[in-house]
């Protein structure tokens, strides 16, 4: 399989890169949905560490993906009987997942602040939180943090319906370039 993305599929850069996001975002929100029912003291503190550590995973991926989106460019968009309209629907919805990819990391962070806790860096530094503790604030944060999550889940499980769409309904290549080892 080649690195950089062609005329007719992706590299295994993007793919990559794409793929361990989609596994970082669902580790993320079911720690963060679920996180609570494990047992109090080290069991869901280790939760909540794993589950903030994804959180920047996830935005230390979309800067990557970022970057190299930059540099190596994706491939058209494969063409359906729908025309134009299916292009700007899709560049919509790539838009409003990569700004929920990057909010919802972002809010966690504010949470984490308002709770006046630190922010664990992957075990190699905290940072103290710049704000004393505010639990009303902490809760706001917290219901705006767990929609965002939640927005994020439904646009991907859309974004996943309409590749569906794609391969079964519209008959092209979308789906098939997303997978590794299909594209050509």
Request: hydrophobic share 55%; glycine share 8%.
């Amino acid at each position: 399989m080649q690195l950089r993305n062609s005329e007719r599929g992706y590299g295994a850069v993007s793919l990559s890169l794409h793929w361990l996001t989609v596994g970082l975002v669902v580790l993320a929100w079911l720690l963060g949905t679920f996180g609570d029912e494990l047992p109090r003291g080290a069991a869901r503190s280790a939760g909540l560490f794993v589950h903030i550590s994804v959180g920047l995973a996830i935005l230390v991926l979309v800067a990557l993906r970022s970057a190299w989106r930059l540099f190596d460019p994706t491939p058209p968009f494969e063409p359906t009987r729908f025309g134009r309209w299916l292009d700007v629907a899709a560049r919509l919805t790539h838009f409003a997942l990569y700004g929920l990819l990057i909010a919802v990391p972002v809010v966690g962070v504010l949470l984490q602040f308002a709770r006046g806790d630190a922010l664990p860096l992957f075990s190699i530094v905290d940072i103290a939180s710049p704000w004393v503790r505010d639990r009303t604030f902490a809760r706001s944060l917290k219901e705006v943090h767990e929609t965002l999550a939640n927005l994020l889940i439904i646009g991907a499980g859309l974004h996943a319906t309409a590749a569906l769409a794609h391969h079964w309904l519209l008959g092209d290549r979308t789906l098939a370039r997303m997978l590794p080892g299909r594209a050509p």
